[in-house]
């Protein structure tokens, strides 16, 4: 009796990190506005619009990292990295869909560099996680199947 168990590999690995910075920046805020001037201050994260795509391919991504080892000893077919490449053209819409209504919305008018950062930092995260998935299923296109 033999078992199947596909090794990880680094590229999978990278799908795993990518996928936790994901989840850590779309927790974070993507615009904050308000504050200084006696307003209330209002902010937004992922969770809204289509931003929301971002956290859904993120906790997909985990589930599709982890397919192989709880199926047992058949091997997974829609495991090779067409899906992970489905998987980030869905998250790079979502993300770029969300910037492009938030930018038309104003949330991106900084009067610092240092509200860049206070004010949004969990966009340029989720674009550091993304950046990271695309290198994740780049790997895994280059794979060599056995």
Request: proline share 5%; aromatic share 8%; glycine share 10%.
């Amino acid at each position: 009796m033999t078992m199947y168990r596909r090794p990880l590999g680094r590229a999978r690995v990278l799908a795993i990190i990518a996928a936790i910075v994901l989840v850590v920046g779309c927790i974070l805020p993507w615009w904050t506005s308000g504050g200084p001037n006696g307003l209330p201050v209002t902010s937004g994260n992922a969770f809204e619009g289509s931003g929301i795509l971002v956290f859904i391919v993120a906790m997909a991504t985990l589930a599709l990292v982890t397919l192989p080892y709880a199926s047992g000893d058949r091997p997974v077919r829609f495991e090779g990295w067409v899906s992970y490449l489905l998987l980030a053209v869905i998250a790079w819409l979502g993300l770029i869909g969300r910037t492009v209504d938030l930018a038309m919305q104003g949330a991106f008018v900084f009067r610092t560099p240092e509200e860049v950062i206070s004010r949004g930092a969990g966009l340029p995260v989720v674009v550091i996680g993304m950046i990271i998935l695309s290198e994740a299923v780049f790997e895994m296109a280059r794979e060599r199947r056995d």
